[in-house]
């Protein structure tokens, strides 16, 4: 059976974004004659690789070198949707790597493994799972808070062994120092700069998970001005993306004595808010459905999870 790709913890990666980083020179207009004209050639359309629901296809795109903000409640699916996202981006073709500082590797995976499964897999299937995944799943095998310069480096040093193109950390607050106060505020706007530079030098879209102030209840949807610390998050970030899931609805559907509720039971399950999109300009909501046993986030709520591996979206 095979093994996941884990990049090993034993490289200085903060080393080697210090003696790999340059620095910015002038450069004439003239320069960049061909890209230019490549880029008339596309005209005002989306562009990178496409998110998994169809309704979102004209509006989002994962361009390389952007960087991608998902941000919402604790316990509202930022990380899931997101683990949603890049197995589609696995079935486009688009090597992935994760980064996720607070959650095992295996459970990383399992929850991907279920997503492509469709429900709770068996063993048989991991095995599938991870051939499926060949080289174009890769994770970061460190656990816990890391240095911005060791996070860095390793956005450089898989994009240029590996051939990355999606960069997943999971999330901002273990590689900054807190989460209020001046000193925090300075170690974010520092951070969210590096991590813009580098992603557009390696030409990686970087995907960057945060949290939001909490609100007076989990039925308030978030908006951009509710992510957590310095505002050069929202500012210097390509996309922001807001994932809420209506738990109200939830529970009453898990209730076995509930009494009917159409207008409760009509409302979306969940919502993928697009609160900055600096590419296209448009900002609207998706509305979204949870289906537990896949974890996967589906389009309707009569939607069936999709099968992820025949490259459909």
């Known amino acids: 059976m095979s093994t996941p790709n884990v990049i090993p913890d034993d490289i200085d990666f903060a080393a080697y974004y210090r003696a790999t980083r340059v620095d910015r020179i002038i450069v004439k207009a003239q320069d960049w004659a061909y890209d230019l004209g490549e880029r008339a050639d596309k005209g005002h359309v989306v562009q990178g690789a496409k998110l998994p629901w169809k309704k979102t296809h004209d509006d989002i795109g994962m361009a390389p070198g952007d960087l991608s903000v998902w941000a919402g409640i604790n316990g509202h699916g930022k990380s899931t949707i997101l683990l949603q996202v890049c197995n589609h981006l696995i079935a486009q073709n688009e090597p992935v790597c994760i980064a996720?500082?607070?959650?095992?590797?295996?459970?990383?995976?399992?929850?991907?493994?279920?997503?492509?499964a469709r429900c709770e897999p068996n063993k048989e299937f991991t095995g599938k799972f991870l051939d499926w995944c060949g080289e174009r799943l890769w994770l970061l095998n460190q656990k816990g808070a890391v240095s911005q310069d060791a996070i860095l480096g390793a956005i450089k040093w898989s994009a240029e062994h590996r051939g990355i193109k999606h960069f997943v950390i999971d999330n901002l607050m273990m590689v900054t120092d807190g989460e209020s106060g001046e000193r925090a505020m300075n170690s974010q706007k520092t951070f969210i700069e590096n991590l813009k530079r580098v992603?557009?030098?390696?030409?990686?879209?970087?995907?960057?998970?945060?949290?939001?102030?909490?609100?007076?209840?989990?039925?308030?949807?978030?908006?951009?001005?509710?992510?957590?610390?310095?505002?050069?998050?929202?500012?210097?970030?390509?996309?922001v993306f807001i994932v809420w899931r209506n738990k109200k609805r939830e529970a009453h559907l898990q209730n076995p004595a509930r009494i009917s509720n159409p207008e409760l039971e009509g409302q979306p399950g969940a919502a993928l808010a697009v609160v900055k999109n600096r590419r296209v300009g448009v900002e609207k909501s998706y509305s979204l459905w949870f289906h537990r046993a896949s974890r996967q986030f589906t389009p309707t709520d009569t939607t069936m999870p999709f099968d992820i591996t025949l490259g459909q979206i």
């Open 100 to 116: 996720s500082l607070e959650m095992p590797i295996v459970e990383t995976l399992y929850m991907m493994a279920c997503q492509v």
């Open 199 to 239: 992603a557009d030098d390696c030409q990686v879209h970087v995907h960057l998970v945060h949290h939001v102030r909490k609100g007076e209840s989990e039925g308030d949807r978030p908006g951009k001005f509710d992510l957590k610390g310095s505002g050069s998050i929202a500012d210097l970030s390509d996309q």
